[in-house]
């Protein structure tokens, strides 16, 4: 019987060892949509790069499937994990950044963007799929059979974790500019100052009396 703390709404990270595996899944997941088995909202096949970034790659099938990177919480998801902060999070260097979702250092319950980025390890590919599941059995089977790892997270969580991490890129975005304008504010100053430093001691010259035999 089914847990009644079971998350319906899960945003998944399959890791796979494989890159054929990790688009077989992504279409035996379109397959158990079609049957009514689980319900997608978006999935795509993700890869994180040599610089820690993790970027999306093409579908595979004949069809335009709705529910690929272009849109959704996955979207936003691969834009976060996909940019700076989300190498920070969760990249090559393995460093985290929790207090960014008010989590303490010392928690021991993991962060889902950490956890999730954590899951899409360099070189190897992953599927990301935000679904609606009455029970994880049905994914849990395919992942299986193609050697997927399966990482579950709220979707709820996840979806909050993002807007926060959006926010505070916005936040950083706004003190690197700030910075930018206060050091180019620093540096004109210090020009202009220096151009009047030298005028007046020009001046300085100019009115100084010429010495008497």
């Known amino acids: 019987m089914l847990d009644d703390g079971f998350n319906r709404e899960n945003v998944l990270a399959v890791s ?12 035996r997941l379109k397959e158990l949509d079609a049957r009514g088995d689980v319900s997608v ?10 610089d820690g970034k993790i970027v999306s790659k093409e579908q595979v099938g004949e069809e335009t499937w709705e ?7 996955i979207g936003l998801l691969i834009g976060v994990l996909g940019g ?21 250092d010392d928690d021991e319950t993991e962060c889902a963007l950490a956890a999730i980025s954590k899951s899409v390890r ?20 395919v992942m299986a059979n193609l050697d997927g790892t399966v990482l579950r997270r709220s ?15 916005r936040e950083a975005k706004k ?10 504010h620093k540096k004109q100053k210090e ?9 007046r001691a020009k001046l300085d010259r100019h009115k100084k009396p010429a010495a008497t035999s």
């Open 16 to 27: 796979f060892t494989e890159h054929a595996n990790a688009y077989e899944a992504l279409s």
């Open 41 to 50: 909202r978006g999935a795509a096949v993700v890869v994180r790069d040599e």
């Open 67 to 73: 529910g690929t990177a272009s849109g959704g919480l």
């Open 84 to 104: 700076p902060l989300g190498v920070i999070v969760g990249g090559a260097t393995g460093l985290m950044v929790g207090s960014l979702f008010d989590m303490d």
């Open 122 to 141: 360099v070189g190897s590919p992953a599927l990301l799929a935000d679904v609606i599941e009455e029970s994880p059995v049905a994914i849990d089977a």
């Open 155 to 169: 979707a709820a969580d996840v979806q909050a974790e993002v807007a926060a991490a959006e926010e505070a890129q």
């Open 175 to 184: 003190k690197a500019r700030k910075a930018l304008h206060d050091a180019r």
């Open 191 to 199: 020009e202009i100052d220096a151009k009047v430093a030298d005028l």
